[in-house]
């Protein structure tokens, strides 16, 4: 990965053929609030909680990536994402939500958004009906987006990170650890359609790709539209 965008490869295609949507979802009016520090705090908490709700559904669809695998390194590779959502990141978001004054049986309890149902079940979909590339990218715009998102906001100098009270959602998404995440997540994409792919498959990843990135900009969406 650059400092702001993947270059290259079965991502850099799928991103480059629906740019428009793209930076409708990386650019999005939620983003532009996160980076300069306007965004409503309502807004940012309810974007938490469904976060939440969010990575439960992702769990469950690395867990599917397990089922739709051929190979060991395939299972392997899902299963350490499952693992590290359930035991990792699944934690980090809950102490991270406790700093806004949210605790996971709150959470846990709160309906999910129809943006919510939306996206996950397309993810799921896609990947009970598909194959594993097509899960693959499904899960794309989300697990890589989300360091682009960063690293653009990061080397944009009107970016304001000091007193910004979304600081730390924007420098734990553009570190490095998340980085390497983004960065396998591009890799077993391009591994995964050497092995599945041919050209003959692009126009309808194309489309699954659209679809998911148009739920992603929905789901920036509904943050806003609780303020």
Request: charged content about 20%; aromatic content about 12%; some cysteine.
């Amino acid at each position: 990965m650059t400092a702001g965008l993947v270059t290259g490869g079965l991502f850099g295609r799928l991103r480059e053929a629906r740019i428009d949507e793209w930076h409708a979802y990386t650019r999005h009016a939620f983003v532009r609030g996160l980076s300069d520090g306007s965004l409503p705090e309502a807004c940012f908490r309810h974007y938490l909680v469904q976060d939440y709700l969010f990575l439960i559904h992702f769990a469950r669809a690395y867990a599917l990536a397990v089922y739709k695998s051929d190979s060991l390194d395939d299972m392997r590779q899902a299963a350490g994402v499952m693992s590290a959502l359930l035991d990792q990141e699944m934690r980090l978001h809950v102490d991270y939500c406790g700093g806004w004054g949210m605790d996971e049986a709150t959470m846990a309890a709160t309906p999910e958004a129809p943006a919510t149902l939306a996206y996950t079940r397309f993810v799921l979909e896609r990947g009970m009906s598909g194959d594993l590339l097509d899960l693959h990218v499904a899960l794309a715009p989300c697990v890589v987006g989300y360091a682009e998102i960063a690293a653009e906001l990061v080397a944009d100098p009107r970016t304001r990170l000091d007193g910004n009270p979304y600081r730390a959602w924007i420098e734990m998404y553009a570190g490095d650890e998340y980085r390497s995440v983004a960065a396998a997540e591009v890799a077993q994409l391009d591994r995964l359609y050497a092995a599945r792919g041919g050209e003959a498959r692009f126009t309808g990843l194309v489309r699954t790709f659209s679809a998911a990135t148009r739920l992603e900009a929905g789901f920036w969406q509904m943050g806003l539209d609780i303020a």
